[in-house]
Structure formats: C-alpha cells, structure tokens
C-alpha cells in the first residue's frame, strides 16, 4: 500500500438476528433484549426456543453472548419461578 491508502473495515449490520424468533427482540449496537408475557408454559419453552436459536445464531457468527451480562427480570405479583 501508497502512504496515501486508506484502509476502512468491513463493517456490518445484523439484520437477521431475529429471523424465527417468535417473542420480542430489541437490539441496539451490542445490546440484545427478548421478553415476553409468560402466561403458562407453552411461553415459557417458546421464549427457551427462542433463546436456543440466539445461540445457534451466536456460534454461526462466532459472536457469542456474554453470559455474565445476562439478566432476567420478572414482574408481576403471581409470577412462577422456573427453573
């Protein structure tokens, strides 16, 4: 290379995070947020489902989760804890 090259990084975006995901994803620069409303256990395992197919995505792309930032949040008075 010249002394006058310019070497720019291939940037790109992730459109296809959330292609199958059935609950809500919002993604924002290195932020991945999934949430639902867990009303009985079909939307527990769909929200698991989901989850799954995060990883699977994750490990195609070899940017994986940093799983010590992960957090869970429940709401609510009569919520069931899962395991």
Same mark, same amino acid.
């Given at each position: ?9 291939? $940037?790109?975006? =992730?459109?296809?995070? /959330?292609?199958? =995901? /059935?609950? &809500? $994803?919002?993604?924002? +620069? @290195? @932020?991945?947020? =999934? ?5 009985? @256990?079909?939307?527990?395992? +769909?929200?698991? @489902?989901?989850?799954?197919?995060? $990883?699977? &995505?994750? /490990?195609? &792309? #070899? ?11 429940? =709401?609510?008075?009569? #919520?069931?804890?899962?395991?």
């Amino acid at each position: 290379m010249g002394r006058s090259s310019v070497v720019v990084p291939n $940037i790109g975006y =992730i459109n296809d995070l /959330e292609s199958g =995901i /059935e609950n &809500w $994803i919002l993604k924002f +620069a @290195d @932020d991945t947020k =999934i949430f639902n409303r867990m009303m009985d @256990d079909n939307d527990r395992k +769909a929200l698991q @489902d989901d989850f799954s197919k995060l $990883i699977t &995505w994750s /490990e195609k &792309w #070899q940017m994986l989760f940093n799983t010590s930032k992960c957090k869970v949040m429940h =709401i609510g008075k009569t #919520q069931k804890q899962y395991p």
